[in-house]
């Protein structure tokens, strides 16, 4: 198995490189180079933004070893992961509107300053201790991915009045170097905690540095910018909630990323156990995965220059993850051969392309359907049923025949997915006649202006 894993990497990590040269070619064609304000902004996000990504990746591969290396049993793990899902639901959701009112940037420097307090609690081996860094976690991850985004897309779109069109070239590059950097962390994680032999809570410590470089950073270089500041706390909750509902194609894409993001987060937890036999290199196999997410990356930017649809290419996606795992209820069963494992492996590295897709694809859709007033508070509602599936399916393996026969869990992600691609093709359907409709008002205002329309 760690020969196929190192042999999987070296050859995942040259079709990466044989994308994402692909890709590029596509990418000169599309954004001039010679646009050095707007390459200088993106590098200005891009350099918080990584860090952020490097302290987050860096405590992927090792947290469910920490635990089961403090002697916790796998229920209690799962206790400690819904910990994490369950503060994402209660108090992340408040993250959103406070980033809105209180300032995004402000929301980016509490991000650093509680993740770096939440990499600290993995140095104790007491389950209460561990439990509230968990809880702290599910909040700096609810920052993650909604504070810095919102305060790119405000800052793009209307500090510097760049065209809209050009949100998803950073995103897509976002996805990419998202990519190099886990895999980068996966190496650094088990170089620290395999190799040199400091264990699993090593890669947590070295988290510490990129953490606390990333918030002095925003200090010094970020503006401030804010949402919808005329509403107080809870109507600004509230209106965030309101305007899902209102909008079909608010809801229905909140829904899809709920329900796809439901796999992806019931999946980390079930890597290790899946894969894990004694001697498996986790951190060699998160490094595979992120190569994947890399691929993923440079082959939707491939898909968009060939005329694919972001909403499309998200259909794509949800397509590929049910595949993986159709795949892995059946090779995740008890008892599984070493040809079982491997086959999970490489359903993994499947779902993990589907996921580079992902990224950039759905962040495009946010752009283009959620108003930046209350961009921040709407993408956390988002993630309240994703972490509320997340924690029923991991509560679930407190029941000894689904602990001990995962692929019941897995059959629950393959329904997830495809009622996700169900919810998604309605998607598609709305967002085109959204956008049919806007096209037609656009070329009635123009003949108006040419004179065509008058008598």
Excluded at 111 to 128: A, D, E, Q, R
């Amino acid at each position: 198995m760690e020969l196929i894993i190192y042999g999987t990497f070296l050859v995942l990590s040259l079709v990466a490189y044989a994308a994402r040269q692909v890709a590029n070619k596509g990418d000169e064609k599309k954004v001039s180079i010679s646009n050095i304000n707007f390459k200088s902004f993106q590098k200005s996000f891009f350099l918080v933004y990584f860090l952020a990504l490097l302290g987050d990746w860096l405590q992927g591969p090792y947290v469910y070893k920490l635990y089961a290396f403090y002697g916790f049993k796998e229920s209690e793990i799962a206790v400690l992961y819904v910990a994490g899902f369950a503060s994402s639901v209660v108090f992340g959701t408040c993250t959103g509107p406070l980033a809105d009112l209180w300032g995004r940037r402000k929301m980016a420097i509490a991000f650093s300053v509680i993740y770096t307090f939440c990499c600290l609690t993995k140095m104790s081996p007491n389950f209460w201790w561990l439990f509230i860094g968990r809880v702290f976690g599910g909040v700096a991850t609810s920052m993650l991915f909604s504070t810095f985004e919102s305060w790119y897309v405000y800052e793009h779109s209307e500090r510097h009045g760049f065209p809209s069109e050009w949100i998803g070239i950073t995103f897509s590059i976002t996805t990419f170097w998202n990519g190099m950097i886990a895999i980068f962390a996966g190496i650094i994680s088990n170089v620290t905690a395999e190799t040199l032999g400091f264990g699993p809570v090593a890669p947590f410590v070295v988290a510490l540095l990129p953490l606390v470089v990333c918030g002095v950073l925003v200090v010094n270089t970020w503006e401030e910018n804010y949402g919808d500041r005329k509403s107080n706390f809870s109507g600004s909750c509230w209106e965030g909630l309101k305007i899902i509902f209102s909008d079909e194609q608010v809801l229905l894409l909140g829904s899809v990323q709920s329900l796809l993001e439901s796999c992806m987060y019931i999946f980390v937890f079930l890597w290790t156990p899946v894969l894990d036999t004694g001697t498996t290199p986790l951190g060699m196999v998160f490094s595979c995965f992120m190569v994947c997410i890399m691929v993923g990356s440079a082959l939707f930017s491939i898909l968009s220059h060939r005329g694919y649809t972001e909403a499309n290419i998200l259909k794509h996606c949800l397509i590929m993850i049910s595949v993986s795992m159709a795949i892995c209820c059946y090779t995740a069963r008890p008892g599984a051969t070493n040809i079982d494992t491997v086959i999970s492996f490489l359903a993994f590295l499947v779902l993990e392309v589907a996921i580079g897709m992902y990224f950039p694809a759905i962040s495009y859709l946010r752009s283009q359907v959620i108003p930046e007033s209350h961009r921040a508070n709407v993408m956390n509602w988002f993630r309240v049923p994703m972490n509320v599936i997340t924690c029923g399916a991991l509560l679930c393996l407190h029941v000894e025949t689904i602990s001990n026969d995962k692929r019941i869990v897995f059959g629950a992600c393959l329904v997830l997915s495809l009622l996700g691609t169900f919810l998604c093709n309605r998607f598609i359907l709305a967002f085109r006649d959204e956008n049919a409709s806007k096209k037609g008002g656009i070329d009635i205002e123009n003949d108006v202006k040419s004179g065509k329309k008058l008598q």
